[in-house]
């Protein structure tokens, strides 16, 4: 069963936008910390922005001011607004929703910045 889908990834030129969704389900979303990481070719996955079920929020030093992560509870979907992207952001995102009940991954989704 799928229960983690990401969408939003694509190709776009240095200081550009995208913005990426994660749906779930209410089941997950309500209870778990929903966090966005990444993984560039022949690199560890990282993380990039997390998110609590009570709606805290954080992002890492290299993405903080350009990078924010966002919930729509009534929508069971997390986002990450991406603006100013810089080369060196080209990565298959992945959404990723945890708790004391579960740890799901999406699919991944390609975010590729380039001229």
């Known amino acids: 069963q799928v229960q983690l889908v990401e969408s939003g990834g694509g190709l776009v030129q240095p200081g550009g936008s995208l913005r990426l969704s994660c749906a779930t389900s209410?089941?997950?979303?309500?209870?778990?910390?929903m966090a966005w990481y990444r993984q560039a070719p022949g690199k560890q996955r990282e993380l990039v922005a997390q998110t609590t079920s009570g709606g805290s929020t954080n992002v890492v030093d290299s993405v903080k001011g350009r990078f924010t992560i966002s919930r729509d509870n009534a929508k069971n979907t997390v986002y990450l607004q991406m603006n100013s992207l810089k080369p060196e952001d080209t990565a298959v995102y992945y959404c990723n929703a945890n708790s004391w009940a579960l740890n799901v991954w999406g699919q991944g989704t390609q975010v590729t910045v380039s001229s």
């Open positions: 209410r089941s997950i979303f309500s209870i778990s910390r």
